[in-house]
């Protein structure tokens, strides 16, 4: 998946208490996402979030 031609295949994905997860954002590289995971995460709002790669498949839909 691309925004202005740029690939983002990193994605931040937060999940609630209930098992709801929704996607925060996307990134070029991994580093990028974790960083932004690692500080959403150091807030403390009873969320767990995570890092996923977005399979070449999915993004080309």
């Known amino acids: 998946m691309s925004d202005n031609g740029v690939v983002l295949p990193w ?3 937060r ?3 209930n098992g709801n997860r ?4 996307r990134y ?3 580093a990028e996402a ?3 995971a690692d500080r ?3 807030r403390g709002q009873q969320k ?3 890092v996923e790669r977005v399979s ?3 993004a080309s839909s």
Do not use: K, S, W
Request: aromatic residues 8%; positive net charge.
């Open 11 to 13: 994605l931040v994905i």
């Open 15 to 17: 999940q609630d208490d």
């Open 22 to 25: 929704y996607r925060v954002g």
């Open 28 to 30: 070029a590289t991994r």
């Open 34 to 36: 974790e960083r932004v």
């Open 40 to 42: 959403l995460d150091r």
């Open 48 to 50: 767990l979030y995570t």
């Open 56 to 58: 070449r498949r999915a």
